[in-house]
């Protein structure tokens, strides 16, 4: 009997019902979307040896109060240079909506916090998946000892920390700032975001 070679259509066929399938589960968009809106560049922190330009995220400095914010236990303070947020440690604040997508690698802001023990504050991502639900990402926690006084934080990771098949995604998200309880207040302000493209 000769040997017959059977053309591979059935498992082509196959694979691409479970790729797929596969879209349909993680719920990616069947098209890209387009990158978000370009928004006003500054160097916010130069003078700590960073000249990356980066754009201030909706009311990321308080300028119209606490506009935009969802706040619990925390509230407005006056600061050398304007208005801070203070957050209780057993408060939260969420930031206003903003864009992200893969031109969105990092973020930073101003931190500070009364001194003790084990104080902490706890930095997340609030996103939505292709379904509309909300998860929440942590994304960093920062300690008291680096923050003797009103300082800025380390580059912090923003876009990259989203599950591999949303990065490429443009995602409307907020940051949650969220203390220890067990610790002290954190006051915050100038909350940045890089876009890298630029």
Not at 6 to 24: F, Q, S, T, Y
Not at 35 to 49: E, I, M, N, R, V
Request: neutral net charge.
């Amino acid at each position: 009997m000769p040997y017959v070679i059977r053309p591979k259509r059935r498992k082509a066929h196959l694979a691409g019902i479970i790729a797929a399938a596969l879209l349909a589960f993680v719920g990616l968009p069947a098209v890209a979307q387009a990158d978000c809106p370009d928004s006003p560049l500054s160097q916010p922190f130069k003078q700590s040896g960073d000249s990356s330009y980066y754009s201030l995220i909706p009311n990321g400095d308080f300028s119209s109060g606490t506009a935009g914010w969802t706040l619990r236990n925390a509230k407005l303070v006056s600061g050398s240079n304007g208005n801070m947020l203070q957050i209780d440690n057993t408060g939260e604040a969420v930031s206003p909506p903003f864009c992200i997508d893969k031109n969105y690698p990092t973020f930073r802001f101003y931190a500070d916090t009364t001194r003790g023990w084990w104080t902490s504050l706890n930095v997340g991502l609030r996103y939505p998946d292709g379904f509309g639900a909300l998860h929440d990402l942590n994304l960093s926690s920062l300690f008291d000892s680096s923050f003797p006084s009103l300082a800025p934080t380390g580059v912090l990771p923003l876009q990259t920390k989203l599950p591999f098949w949303q990065r490429s995604d443009t995602l409307t998200v907020r940051l949650v700032f969220d203390p220890n309880m067990w610790g002290n207040d954190w006051t915050i302000d100038n909350v940045y975001v890089d876009p890298y493209r630029r």
